[in-house]
């Protein structure tokens, strides 16, 4: 599980602690060094990084021609820059990448809290959280590119007053009827989605 302090000190601050710890659960790694790198679907199979350096390299000759993610979050390396010359080894370091991958999740959470139009209803807080999460591993949401797409703007999923850690802990904890009747909501047809589902529907989330 992701250090509560790293959270604090280098997360995305329109996020909650809660779905922070979510999102890298569901969608990122516990290894800084992770590098995944699909060609066409498949997986290109490379060997572990021992250092940033030399796993700087092993990006490099993918970065703009495959979908390549890295670091706890797996950020999509190559987003946002014209050069393959401008990726640096900092991409490897835990607490720059989970600033910048939070900050790019914000994003695509706004691109999802617009689609659902912008609800204050906490109960379908979950479903935004899968579909939000499933855009991050597809880089697609309603035919929308969503890591190249413009932010929208507005609330990041529920808006409210952001809440201290130690009361989304116990929200998290006795939510479950608010989870019942999310289940509840018609899905949309997302085929092949997966990823781990917590009841984040009592979380204020700015």
């Given at each position: ?48 990084p021992t ?107 529920i808006p ?47």
């Amino acid at each position: 599980m992701i250090d509560l302090a790293l959270i604090e000190k280098c997360a995305d601050p329109s996020l909650t602690p809660a779905i922070v710890e979510q999102f890298v659960a569901s969608a990122g790694s516990d290894d800084p060094l992770a590098v995944s790198v699909k060609i066409g679907g498949r997986l290109v199979l490379i060997p572990r990084p021992t250092d940033p350096a030399t796993a700087l390299e092993a990006i490099r000759g993918y970065a703009g021609k495959a979908s390549v993610r890295v670091g706890i979050t797996q950020y999509p390396a190559g987003v946002g820059i014209s050069e393959r010359s401008q990726l640096t080894p900092d991409i490897f370091d835990a607490c720059t990448n989970l600033r910048m991958g939070t900050a790019l999740f914000a994003k695509v959470a706004r691109i999802v809290t617009k689609w659902y139009g912008r609800p204050t209803n906490r109960e379908v807080l979950p479903q935004m959280m899968d579909d939000a999460i499933y855009a991050w591993r597809t880089e697609v949401f309603d035919g929308e590119r969503v890591f190249q797409a413009a932010d929208p703007g507005g609330p990041t999923f529920i808006p409210g007053k952001k809440r201290e850690p130690e009361d989304q802990v116990d929200d998290a904890k006795s939510g479950n009827s608010a989870a019942s009747a999310a289940g509840k909501l018609q899905e949309r047809d997302n085929a092949g989605q997966t990823g781990i589902r917590v009841d984040l529907s009592r979380i204020g989330v700015p």
